[in-house]
T-cell receptor
Framework: DVKVTQSSRYLVKRTGEKVFLECVQDMDHENMFWYRQDPGLGLRLIYFSYDVKMKEKGDIPEGYSVSREKKERFSLILESASTNQTSMYLC????????????????FGPGTRLTVT | KNEVEQSPQNLTAQEGEFITINCSYSVGISALHWLQQHPGGGIVSLFMLSSGKKKHGRLIATINIQEKHSSLHITASHPRDSAVYICAVRSRGSNYKLTFGKGTLLTVNP
């Protein structure tokens, strides 16, 4: 069973604080993703990583950065948290492309509900 | 206009009813995913399909590539089916990027 874990289920931070959200997967997946989910907007991709130290911007990267120093761990960083970054953050992972069809399936973590006050 | 449109946005049913959730998309795709999200956040993949029909227990997913439309059916619905159901498409030529619908909130009353 693939397991994707996130460091916190709930987090409350103050405006201007630096925030780290951590995600760990245990299935040796190459691809890892960070999404945010907001009511009425659905899931939106923030950043994607396809290998260690490799990253690509998603649809809404502004105000975020990421780090992938090890294959199993993908961190989302809010350099200076703002109230409009209050949201549910979801991490996901998948095998790389080129394998069987099931390798495209994304496995999600439980989510971190971040409140910035 | 969102590339992936789901209907209805909200659906309330009585236990035992047959449920249908629809998903329409506007781009060429290589696959379509149906996901389930229970209260609390965790998302689980239900189906990934690129043609035809798949069945898992009481859940059935169909896709019509020519019409750019997919449906998720739940037979003999149960209160534990209450969740948000999300449709997502992987565009042709993309190895990873999913575009998500806004979800359908299903409530099944006993």
């Amino acid at each position: 069973d693939v397991k994707v874990t996130q460091s916190s289920r709930y987090l409350v931070k103050r405006t201007g604080e630096k925030v780290f959200l951590e995600c760990v997967q245990d299935m040796d997946h190459e691809n890892m993703f960070w999404y945010r989910q907001d009511p009425g907007l659905g899931l939106r991709l923030i950043y994607f990583s396809y290998d260690v130290k490799m990253k690509e911007k998603g649809d809404i990267p502004e105000g975020y950065s990421v780090s992938r120093e090890k294959k199993e761990r993908f961190s989302l960083i809010l350099e200076s948290a703002s109230t409009n970054q209050t949201s549910m953050y979801l991490c996901a992972s998948s095998l790389t492309s080129g394998g069987p069809r099931s390798s495209y399936e994304q496995y999600f973590g439980p989510g971190t509900r971040l409140t910035v006050t | 206009k969102n590339e992936v449109e789901q209907s209805p946005q909200n659906l309330t049913a009585q236990e035992g009813e047959f449920i249908t959730i629809n998903c329409s998309y506007s781009v060429g795709i290589s696959a379509l995913h149906w996901l389930q999200q229970h209260p609390g956040g965790g998302i689980v993949s239900l189906f990934m399909l690129s043609s035809g029909k798949k069945k898992h227990g009481r859940l059935i997913a169909t896709i019509n590539i020519q019409e750019k439309h997919s449906s998720l059916h739940i037979t003999a619905s149960h209160p534990r089916d209450s969740a948000v159901y999300i449709c997502a498409v992987r565009s042709r030529g993309s190895n990873y990027k999913l575009t998500f619908g806004k979800g359908t909130l299903l409530t099944v009353n006993p």
